[in-house]
């Protein structure tokens, strides 16, 4: 299983970006599926996340900013952020707790992706 981010780069503070993330592999189920991010120096906190059943939440910092939401089909989270402040500026890592097939059976519990950059520019 793997998890592919896109969707990072450069942008002005007052912009957007739009990250997305999805998932492929042999997955039975996903759970929750989220955003955390990690700026230099400090640790990697949530975003946001979001339900199987679409229930989301964000941190105090992008509530009112950031969008987060999911397509269960296509196994896919995507982030909307506006209004973005030079403080956003961080890697953004995609998580899913999720259920793999394995050889051997089922394989139970969270799943990273590879991260991406956004910088915001003052």
């Known amino acids: 299983v793997q998890l592919q981010a896109s969707g990072g780069g450069l942008v002005q503070a007052g912009g957007s970006l739009r990250l997305d993330c999805a998932a492929s592999g042999d997955i039975k189920s996903i759970n929750t599926m989220g955003w955390y991010r990690q700026a230099p120096g400090k640790q990697r906190d949530l975003v946001a996340n979001i339900s199987r059943d679409g229930s989301a939440t964000y941190a105090d910092s992008v509530k009112g900013r950031f969008t987060i939401s999911r397509d269960n089909a296509r196994n896919t989270v995507s982030l909307l952020m506006n209004s973005l402040k030079p403080e956003d500026t961080a890697v953004y890592y995609c998580?899913?707790?999720?259920?793999?097939?394995?050889?051997?059976?089922?394989?139970?519990?969270?799943?990273w992706g590879q991260g991406t950059l956004v910088t915001v520019s003052s």
């Open positions: 998580n899913f707790w999720l259920v793999a097939r394995t050889t051997w059976g089922t394989r139970t519990g969270p799943q």
